[in-house]
T-cell receptor, first 116, second 112 residues
Framework: DVKVTQSSRYLVKRTGEKVFLECVQDMDHENMFWYRQDPGLGLRLIYFSYDVKMKEKGDIPEGYSVSREKKERFSLILESASTNQTSMYLC???????????????FGAGSRLTVL | DAKTTQPNSMESNEEEPVHLPCNHSTISGTDYIHWYRQLPSQGPEYVIHGLTSNVNNRMASLAIAEDRKSSTLILHRATLRDAAVYYCILRDGGKGAQKLVFGQGTRLTINP
């Protein structure tokens, strides 16, 4: 089975701290994604990457950056955490879909971040 | 991205079939219909996807309308473990962008 592992299940940070959320997948997937999930707002895409060192902004990239130095690892960085970044963060990966439609995402269990 | 419309919530009884509807009236010819579900305190998980024909797998069946403007996810015999939020999503098979856009989904409650 494909595994997407997020490094921390729960984190508590203070306003202004730099926060790293790590995600590793073990199935050689090209695509990786970071979403955040908030009550009433559903899942919103922050950033995604379709190759090493490549990244594209999602719908809500402000206040975040990402790093993809190796194919299996995709990191989400909060340069200066703020209370409005308190959320559940979900990482996902997939093969490129192309015309096969098989762009099936495999998600990690999530990292619940609280910023005080 | 083409949008989908789902009921906010549905309720069913254990061991009965469940039909979860999804409307996608602006679907394009290259859009695939994907369904995911999210169990409590977990990340979403893939359920099923299709393009034009009905699809079956071990988890569920997907019935796609002939005009493709709607689809229905069918759980043949619901169990308590099927209580989750179910998301219906369109993915463009023709574009280079690979992202999936999630809507609000349908919260399915299963009564014992």
């Amino acid at each position: 089975d494909v595994k997407v592992t997020q490094s921390s299940r729960y984190l508590v940070k203070r306003t202004g701290e730099k926060v790293f959320l790590e995600c590793v997948q073990d199935m050689d997937h090209e695509n990786m994604f970071w979403y955040r999930q908030d009550p009433g707002l559903g899942l919103r895409l922050i950033y995604f990457s379709y190759d090493v060192k490549m990244k594209e902004k999602g719908d809500i990239p402000e206040g975040y950056s990402v790093s993809r130095e190796k194919k299996e690892r995709f990191s989400l960085i909060l340069e200066s955490a703020s209370t409005n970044q308190t959320s559940m963060y979900l990482c996902a990966s997939s093969f490129p879909g192309g015309t096969s439609g098989a762009n099936v995402l495999t998600f990690g269990a999530g990292s619940r971040l609280t910023v005080l | 991205d083409a949008k989908t419309t789902q009921p906010n919530s549905m309720e069913s009884n254990e061991e009965e079939p469940v039909h979860l509807p999804c409307n996608h009236s602006t679907i394009s010819g290259t859009d695939y219909i994907h369904w995911y579900r999210q169990l409590p305190s977990q990340g979403p998980e893939y359920v099923i996807h299709g393009l034009t024909s009905n699809v079956n797998n071990r988890m569920a069946s997907l019935a796609i309308a002939e005009d493709r403007k709607s689809s229905t996810l069918i759980l043949h015999r619901a169990t308590l473990r099927d209580a989750a939020v179910y998301y219906c999503i369109l993915r463009d098979g023709g574009k280079g962008a690979q992202k999936l856009v999630f809507g609000q989904g349908t919260r399915l409650t299963i009564n014992p």
